[in-house]
């Protein structure tokens, strides 16, 4: 395991120590780390914005500074430094694929072993003269505190869920208070992962939206089958935003505890606005084939849509995310295949 790079944009320099530099950074973030968050909210380099694992200084840190470990996505690294304002301490970060902690603690690579690993590599050891370690709370499901300290000597503790907490956590003797521990889904937490999902449903939306096109011209001479594009644009345009963008926004009201419930509810609601507000022309077996199409492929995909917000959620677990997609992803999947088979109907007979 090489250490981290000297030349990453937001290293602002150098800490000389016994195993040689090390990456010096600040707790401001200059503007093109705000930049790149935003362009990673929105989906853009999302799955390379990543930082080099290994050991990095913040200020001026000695032997007697804590250190604190993160994963390598890189807004979850600039989220602990902004929250340490005129801080020395050391930042081992480990190789999660750049993923956030939360999530990469779910799927084991914030683990025991790369957190071991990473110990060993960085020489922590022999820059630190304490054997202490502070870990964010949601780290908690894919690491063995006891087989850490087996592993490499040095204790784990678990700090704070948020890193605006974490100065106070440390001025405290290293104690959280119950508010520390607490992980909180507001609306504004929930609004800020609508960005990612959204514009990649519209990615998937358009081709979908120019197959349903292509199916209509097929299927249909003169200009019916601009109707029936039309509608299928909507009809998808309509899913996405009760899946995507109102299912998270309305997440404490809407009626069920799975994610699914919570969007097809939307999902029906969407089909009953594009009965009233879509074109006209549901007559006929054509017509009515098509409305019926409709309302099962829009619940289906709204359903979906919402399930992808589970995993950043407090009102779920690991266990029953699991189970809710055994028997939802089916019936999301039977009910396109029904409402699919119904629309070409509709498109032929037409």
Not at 87 to 109: E, F, H, M, P, Y
Not at 262 to 277: P, R
Request: hydrophobic share 50%; glycine share 12%.
């Amino acid at each position: 395991m090489s250490p981290p790079s000297l030349s990453q944009p937001f290293v602002v320099g150098r800490i000389q120590t016994p195993i040689g530099p090390v990456p010096q950074v600040s707790s401001s973030l200059a503007w093109r780390d705000r930049l790149g968050s935003f362009k990673a909210r929105w989906g853009i380099d999302r799955m390379r914005y990543a930082i080099d694992p290994g050991l990095y200084a913040l200020g001026k840190p000695d032997e007697r500074s804590p250190v604190l470990v993160t994963a390598n996505y890189k807004m979850t690294f600039d989220k602990l430094r902004e929250g340490l304002p005129g801080r020395n301490t050391w930042i081992l970060v480990l190789d999660t694929g750049g993923i956030n902690v939360w999530c990469a603690s779910g799927k084991g690579t914030f683990g025991t072993k790369e957190l071991g690993s990473r110990i060993k590599s960085s020489g922590l050891e022999k820059i630190v003269s304490h054997r202490e370690l502070i870990l964010p709370q949601l780290s908690g499901p894919g690491v063995a505190a006891h087989l850490v300290k087996k592993l490499s000597g040095f204790k784990v503790n678990y700090g704070p869920v948020r890193a605006t907490d974490l100065p106070a956590f440390l001025g405290g003797g290293l104690k959280a208070t119950p508010e520390m521990r607490l992980k909180t889904f507001t609306t504004w937490e929930r609004m800020v992962l609508i960005p990612m999902e959204l514009v990649e449903a519209l990615k998937a939306g358009l081709v979908v939206i120019l197959i349903f096109f292509l199916l209509a011209f097929l299927g249909n001479s003169g200009g019916v089958w601009l109707r029936h594009g039309f509608l299928a644009a909507m009809a998808i345009l309509a899913a996405i935003l009760a899946g995507a963008v109102l299912s998270p926004l309305l997440l404490p009201w809407l009626p069920g505890r799975a994610f699914s419930l919570k969007g097809f509810s939307l999902g029906i609601l969407a089909v009953a606005v594009l009965m009233v507000f879509g074109p006209n022309g549901w007559t006929g077996w054509a017509g009515r084939f098509e409305i019926l199409a409709w309302v099962f492929i829009i619940p289906a995909a709204s359903a979906y849509l919402a399930m992808n917000f589970t995993g950043a959620s407090t009102y779920t677990s690991l266990s029953g995310v699991r189970k809710e997609m055994r028997w939802a992803l089916p019936l999301q999947i039977g009910a396109g295949m029904v409402g699919m088979i119904l629309w070409l109907g509709s498109t032929f007979i037409a």
